[in-house]
Every structure is written in structure tokens, then in C-alpha cells.
DNA sequence: GAAACTTAGGCAATCGGTTTCCAGCAGGCT
DNA sequence: AGCCTGCTGGAAACCGATTGCCTAAGTTTC
């Protein structure tokens, strides 16, 4: 086994197995031609020294380091990490390893990191982070494979992988007509973020469809409960009917329920309520459980990483790649006693 | 600039320069003795073909690649990443870069990364993770340093990084107490949770300091809002009054604020409320925002990271370090308007 | 004017593996 | 018996950078 101290190197193996280092070499990469013998006496001695390849070594004549870098823009979040995983999982099953690095909205250290990177000649780079609009390419030219995952690059030829979210919205809409509601209200984040605003017009282009509009035009506001809360206050204030809530955030959904009960109405009974993100914290200790679309950040970070090593094998795919959301129905959205969903 | 490529050799430095590799080798790292005229245009000839030495070559014969390997025992969760984050920002102000890897409770992933790192000639490693007991250490005789954060080896001797969470508990029932709560009860996770018990014995022993004891015995149920809801009733259902109640969590305390508000009864004006983790999304959300136990995650990722560097320079801390919680205090423990904190 | 000394910069070994080329030896064939 | 072939495994170049040693100048000194 291994033994503390230095770790053992190909020259140990060679001496103990009484072979040059170069027939250590092929014996352990199963290469040239040499006895059965001769290859085993070599695994046995490897073996017996616990030995590990030096990675830098072989990086050095192979040309490639079996690393990708991974730059979160903003600080590692709530929506960074299922990335995170999703591309750790998809890499390491590529053997490949990681490294991470938080720029935290801050170009300076993004370019520190970048060269960084690029000196320890990383095969590939994730960018990920949160999203609000496109961001800048990372720089031009880069001598390697650059994928963008959640947030995407403003160049258009740039591979970014973003979540369907136009399909996500209609989905949501859809599912509260499929369970029988028409007055649909929408109650989201601040207007100017990206999100809101492709949600929000989505939701709405899914109901044109059907021939409705919101019920009260969308309201805008920031990613919390507490504005979900004044948001029915609201709702109430315009005396419109309304029997479903669909929100841009599960935090927003949950401040709705809150702000719901407090004046007596009923989820789902008098109102149905759909959340965004899936974020099971919200979702699950939300009463009744939150019907939610996931952007399924994991998947995303997966295809974001085999799409990376896909560009290192030298098949870029160039563009911006959508991923599908997915609708988690929970009790927020049942079927009111007395009403048969719509056939 | 840097041109999309080969990426340059620092050959090509020196063939631009028309000097030696050693020579431009020298005139880049400041050493040898050369004319300031021929360091310069060595540097001029980095600059134009954006040289970056190669960090794989550097290692191998430094012998040291100023990388750490960071390992989350359980899959990447909402206490890892403030500890990764730390761990980052000390390791990068180090300029070393770290290799992330996601074991998600696997011994045989544990394994697998385990060699991969060692294969990587990494400097040291991180061991992270939630926590729940003291674990097994990663493997006996490492080759390098290992330093456990938030989660404890059971080897005594191995350097491990832990909250206090000892003296967390003993701040909050001090704070209580300070605001004149006397009838406090404790609502918290499972009895087998090691921190579970570690603070619900904690503050039992503050009290009795103070000669008191909790209003009624420790409620232990899981880490939910839902079971902090079911507290309430146990509570009131036992018949004892009660001024504050402490919680094993932050979700715990939001269930039991929810609770209480269910019944009529008021935080804090009848109630005060103390939560453990600061885990911002839920003391925030909460009405009233939550005082709670912040066991300063990212510190303990940033001492852990100190303690490991240092150790790679040879001067290991074995053993299990502490680390202070601090009280975040909000409103939830405001003193009721009549009600003049203790002196 | 020559010996001693300083200085600038080249050469080559080194780190740990991989890979190509080649030598030696055994066996088969004519 | 001699030649050819095939199988083994060794020697050495190479990847990119660092560093110690050494030499060829130029400078100082007697």
C-alpha cells in the first residue's frame, strides 16, 4: 500500500520489477509487446509501491490535462451549484477533474482566474452563473473549448446551454387550464430582469393562445416572499376575480400563499398556485406542497459538460443550446373538489 | 495577445528574444544574473505571444503544484458551500487552485478521488461535509496533508476544523435570557443527531448556571418547518407556559413561528424565538426576521484552508480546533415593550 | 601587457512519464 | 548450417520549465 513520504515513482516500480522504465511504462498501459510474465511482475511491483502516475508528467507529453476549469461569475449560489453537480458528475465520469472558481461578480478576479486556468492548461472552461441577461464573452479567442451554462454569452457563436424558460412559462399556464382555471394572474420579479420579463410574456403569449389574458395584468416586483405577500394585497386592491396565481420564483409563490391565507382564501380550493425553480426547500414547505417548474439546473450542468467534452474531442457545438424545463405537480394545483379537469 | 493555438512554449519566448531557454527562463523569474536590456526584451517577447509558463512543467520538477483537493463527503449541500467558498477565497489569496470533488456519500466515489487526487500530486486535501458524527478518516497514512472542515475526524490526531456549537447554543440561551426570558423551551432534530444533542445539552447546562431548566424537555423530531408546526401544539398541549423557544434550526424555528402566529400568540412580544444556522433565505423570510446561531461557515472554510497551507509548509495543528459561533440578533428576541432586558 | 576578476548568457541535467526505434535472441525454414 | 522472422525489452528522445555549472567575453589591477 501506500506509504507516506515521497510517493512512488516509475523508476521504483522499473527497479523493484528488474525492467527498464520504458517496459514499465508498456507493461502498465498494457502497450508494446512484452511477456504475460514480465507485464505482471511490473502490476505486482506498481501494486506492492501503491504506485500513482504523476498526472503532471503525462500532461506534459500528452498534451492534455484531463481538467476543466469551472468560473462561477457570481458568487457560488442556490442556482450555481446543481450546475455545479450536474457537471462535476458528468465530468468525472470523463475522468476528468475540476477546478472551481468564484469570480463573484468581479472582473478583476475572473481575469486572475482565467489566467490561472489557463496556465495549468485546462482542456476546457464551464462559465456559470446567475442569470439576468446575457453576459460578455470571457475574452476572445480563447487557445480553448468555452461552454456557458445557465447564464449565456452575448456572442451568439459562444455554446451556451439556458433553460427553456419561454417553454417552462407555458407549460405552467397550461397546466392551470388543463385543471380548469381561466382567471390566471402572474406575479413575478423586477421588470428589468431578463427572466421576469421572458416568463411573464410567455405566460402570457400561452394564454392569447387559448384566447385569455391575465386576469390582472402582470404584477412586477423583486424575488421575494414579502413582495408576494403585498402582491395579493394587490390582487384584492383591483377587485378582479382571479382562481390561479402563477408566480416567477417559489419564494414569490410562497409569500402569495402566505398572503392568501391570511385573508381566508384557499389553496388550491379557491386558488391554484404554481411557483418557479423547484427549489425544494420553498416548494415542499409551502401548505399545500408547490406545483413548480424545474429548470432542471442539474441536467443543464451535465449537457454543459458533455457538450465541453465534445469540443475537446473537436466537435464543437456551437450556439445556444435550450434546455427543457419540467412541470413538478404537487398539491397546490389539485383539482378543486367539484371541478373535472378540462378533458 | 493571447492567439487561439498552441498556446506559447516558452522556446518561442526565447527564439523571439534570441536568447537561450535558460536564459529567458532566468530573465522571466527575476533570477541569474543578465543585462536589464535582455530581461526586457525577453518580457517584451512573453507579453506579445501572451507567454503563460506551463504549470504541469512547473511542478514537475518543484515537486509541488499548488493544488488542493477538496472533498465533500455528502453531496454538495447548503453547509458545504459556504465552507467550500471560504476555503476558496484563502486558498486563492494562496494561489492555489482547487480541485472540487463530490463523493455524495459513496465510499467507493470517496475512494476514486481519493486516488485521482493523489494521481494529481496535489498538496493537500479538504474534507468536508455535513455533519453528523465524527467519520472515519479518509485512509490511514496519507502522502500529504489532510485537514477536516465542519466535519471531524475520529482520529483524534488529525486536524479538524469544527463550530463551536457549544458555545453557540450557550449565546443563545444567554441572549434569551438577557432580554428576560425565563421559561425557555427547545424544539430541535432527531435525538440520534450528534448536533441535535450537542446543543440541546448545551443549553440545558446554561441554564442550570442560572439555576433554571428548560420551561418543558426538549422536543426532539427532524429538521423540518413542518415538525417546528407540530412543536407548537406539543408545547401547548403540555400545559406549561412558555416566554422563548430555542430551535435546533433555523426551518425548525420557522415552523414553530408559524405555529405560534397560528394560535394568536405573538413573536416576540409573548414569544421570543431563537434559530441555529443563519441560513439567511429562512431567518429573513421569517416574520419577524430571526435571531439565530451563525456557526460562520465560510470562517471555518477559511481556517481550514490556513491550517491545511500551513501544514504544507510544515508546520502541521493536529487535533480538533473550535471555531466561534456568533448571535445574529433580530427581532425576534426584541424585549417586549414593558419588559427592560436584565442588567 | 598580462593575470585576476566580474559579468552575461549558453549548455545540459533534471523532474516523471510515454513512445519510437533498435538490438539481441530464439526458433523455423531451406 | 545459415538466413530470415518474430518476439522482448532496453536506450534514448521528448514534453516545458528550472537551475547549476561553465565559458567567453570585458574590466580591473599591478
Known sequence: MAKPGRPSTISDVAALASVSVGTASKALNGSGSLRPETRQRVMDAAARLGFRPNAAARALNEGRTYTVGMITTDSIGRFSIPILIGAEDALGA??????????????????????????????G????????????????????PVVYAFISSADE??????????GGAAKAVEHLLAVGRRRIAHVTGPEHHHSAQVRAAAARARL?????????????????????????????????????????S????????????????RVPDDVALVGFDNWSVMALAC??????????????????ANLLL?????????????????????????????????P
Open 157 to 166: 457563436r459562444d455554446c451556451s446551454v439556458v433553460p427553456d424558460e419561454v
Open 287 to 304: 401548505r399545500p406542497p408547490l406545483t413548480s417548474v424545474d429548470m432542471d439546473l442539474e441536467g443543464i450542468g451535465r449537457v454543459a
Open 310 to 342: 465534445a469540443a475537446i474531442n473537436g466537435e464543437p457545438a456551437p450556439g445556444r443550446h435550450t434546455h427543457p424545463c419540467r412541470l413538478v405537480v404537487r398539491e397546490s394545483t389539485a383539482a378543486p373538489p367539484g371541478l373535472a379537469p378540462r
Open 250 to 265: 417559489d419564494q414569490i409563490a410562497r409569500g402569495v400563499a402566505d398572503g392568501l391565507h391570511a385573508v381566508g382564501m
Open 208 to 248: 392569447t393562445d387559448d384566447g385569455l389574458d391575465f386576469a390582472v395584468p402582470a404584477l412586477f416586483g423583486e424575488w421575494s416572499e414579502q413582495w408576494g405577500r403585498q402582491a395579493v394585497s394587490l390582487l384584492l386592491a383591483s377587485g378582479t376575480a382571479f382562481d390561479a396565481v402563477f408566480c416567477g
Open 94 to 123: 470523463g475522468r476528468m477533474s475540476v477546478f472551481l472558481c468564484d469570480a463573484r461578480d468581479d472582473p478583476i478576479r475572473e481575469e486572475y482566474y482565467l489566467r490561472t486556468l489557463l496556465g495549468r492548461r485546462v482542456d
Open 125 to 144: 472552461i464551464i462559465v456559470t452563473g446567475r442569470r439576468s441577461q446575457a453576459r460578455p464573452p470571457i475574452a476572445a479567442d480563447q487557445p480553448v
